[in-house]
Structure formats: C-alpha cells, structure tokens
C-alpha cells in the first residue's frame, strides 16, 4: 500500500494547532520532530541512552509529520489543510514558514524507517527494554532484558506510563502472583511479570492488532507457559480473584472498572494503573477510593502518573 507523508513545517507555538488539523484530516497520529530535543537535559536514572542525530531534525522550527494513504481525496485532503493552516493565521498564531510537503511512501519503508530510533533502554533497577533487531546481552546475572517486536500500532515500551508500571510491578509483585493485564497492548507488562516471577497472567485486549501483538512478543520472549492473551473487553466475564491487576489505559478508562478491580483482587492484592495525567489523578484516586481501595503510592514521569492500590 502506498501512503502520502504530509510534512508542515511550522513554529512550536503551533505543534497543537496543527497536529489537531492532521488528525481531523484522517491521521491516526502524527510525528513531530522538533530540535528542542537535542538540547534537552535528560532524566537517566538507570543509565539510559538517547541516541539522537541533527541530521534527522529541522534545522529551525519543527516538523509535523502525518501518515496518509494515497487515494482519490488525497488532493482535496491537502487543500483542506491549507485552508485550516490558513485559518489559523486569523487567530494570531504564528505558523512559522507554514510550508506543506507531501511525499510518497512505501508501507514497508514507513513500517522500518522508525526503528533507528529505538535502542535498549534500561528502565528499572533489573528490566531493560531491547528490540528484537539489536544484539543486547545482559550486563549482570540480575538483569531481565524484554524483547520487543512493537510494529506500527503500539509503543516501543520506553514511554513513560510504561516505564511507571513496569516499576511498580518490579516493587510489589511477589513470586507466584497471579496478574491480570488489562488492555495489554504489546504484552509488555505481562512479559514483564513473567520474567519477575509471576505464576500465571492473563492479558487482554479489545483490539485484535494487539491480541496477535501481545501473542507475538510472547512467544519471542519465551514466556508463553505463563501468558494467556485474550480479546475482551476491560474485565468483563472474569471471575476469578487474583492477587494483582494492572492497567496502562487512560484515566476515563480505568474509573468504568475499579469496582471490578475490587471485586477481582484478593485481600492484600494489589491494583497497578497508569497512563494517567497529572490533571485526573485526583479523579482517579477518587474512584478507586470510592471501590474500596486505599492507595498505597503515586509515582511521577513528567506529567504522567502511576497510581498503586491494595484492597481494603
């Protein structure tokens, strides 16, 4: 298949503005490659590395970047960006130069172009996160290093929701626990508490792209005695009590289940969710309160928060 790359070269005033224009134009998420980061002072706890080229950034200004396929509305799309880029000029943001450039890609070109940036990251005091591309070898007999296939759909493990929950999990899972891994996505939280000692996880997930996601990087990580994958909705139809349950999913998500996380974890066990933001973290606590949880922990990347619960 073939997809049009629409690139907008703007101001970081106005990433917002014009990543909301691509995605009302059909993009399901959008790239932005702005220089800021080259100089950016970087929180590496665990000796990360960020490898990041100038080459590969705008000289001045930032690149959106959004993935479209090529099909007979392709030149009507382009002119309806123009239109809105232009609107937004009404308002008094500065777009910058506002130039639109629009290349034509291969699906296998977008597919392997991303993963120059992706390297093995260490993310906890035993986990490192490695692509399944990359010859890494444990650097102690403690490591634990999760190989990583993410493909198009998913995240590559090192965002920081996921840097949060894996370090919960490394903290509060005790050997022979059995976990329930709501919205799995890559697996990589059941693979995770494979690789720490958990007895038995069930993954779930509504998407069938990350049903066969999660099933593929278990099977890379030779975890697959440990790992159920199960298209399902949240927790619904589960029945049997666990001794812990975790989510990386949005904050809105996770408050229509936390009477189901109470009715699921055994006494004591204990309740992992991210992919929270700072702004719903009062929300969030809340209604797990509100389920009968007492919160034991937040921990905080930036402006994302992890929340750790055990039931009353």
């Given at each position: 298949?073939?997809?049009?790359?629409?690139?907008?070269?703007?101001?970081?005033?106005?990433?917002?503005?014009?990543?909301?224009?691509l995605h009302e134009a059909?993009?399901?998420?959008?790239?932005i490659e702005d220089p800021e980061v080259l100089y950016r002072e970087w929180d590496t706890p665990f000796g990360e590395i960020y490898q990041l080229s100038p080459d590969d950034f705008p000289k001045e200004g930032v690149l959106v970047k959004a993935y479209l396929p090529v099909n007979s509305y392709l030149g009507e799309t382009v002119e309806e960006i123009k239109g809105q880029l232009n609107e937004l000029l009404l308002y008094g943001l500065d777009l910058?130069?506002?130039?639109?450039?629009?290349?034509?890609?291969?699906?296998?070109?977008?597919?392997?172009?991303?993963?120059?940036?992706?390297?093995?990251?260490?993310?906890?005091?035993?986990?490192?996160i490695s692509p399944v591309?990359?010859?890494?070898?444990?650097?102690?007999?403690?490591?634990?290093?999760?190989?990583?296939?993410p493909g198009m759909a998913f995240g590559t493990g090192t965002h920081p929701t996921t840097v949060l929950c894996i370090r919960s999990i490394e903290k509060y899972l005790q050997p022979g626990d059995r976990v329930y891994d709501v919205g799995t996505g890559t697996a990589i939280l059941s693979i995770a508490?494979?690789?720490?000692?958990?007895?038995h996880i069930l993954a779930m997930d509504l998407d069938e792209v990350a049903v066969r996601s999660a099933e593929a990087n278990i099977k890379i990580n030779k975890v697959a005695d440990k790992i159920n994958v199960k298209q399902n909705n949240l927790l619904d139809g589960i029945e049997e009590q666990v001794e812990v349950i975790v989510a990386n999913i949005l904050a809105e998500v996770i408050l229509r289940f936390t009477d189901?996380?109470?009715r699921l974890l055994l006494p004591?066990?204990?309740?992992?969710?991210s992919g929270i933001i700072k702004?719903?973290?009062?929300?969030?606590?809340?209604?797990?309160?509100?389920?009968?949880?007492?919160?034991?922990?937040?921990?905080?990347?930036?402006?994302?928060?992890?929340?750790v619960a055990k039931k009353r």
């Open positions: 298949m073939k997809w049009s790359e629409i690139s907008i070269h703007t101001t970081a005033e106005a990433v917002e503005a014009v990543s909301n224009i059909g993009a399901n998420g959008v790239v910058g130069s506002g130039t639109i450039t629009v290349t034509e890609v291969h699906e296998d070109e977008w597919a392997t172009a991303w993963k120059k940036y992706y390297k093995p990251v260490t993310i906890s005091e035993r986990i490192t591309w990359e010859e890494y070898q444990p650097k102690s007999a403690d490591e634990l290093v999760i190989e990583m296939d508490a494979a690789k720490l000692g958990a007895d189901d996380v109470a004591d066990g204990t309740f992992i969710a702004a719903r973290e009062a929300d969030v606590v809340a209604g797990l309160e509100q389920s009968g949880l007492t919160i034991l922990e937040t921990v905080y990347i930036d402006d994302w928060v992890a929340i």
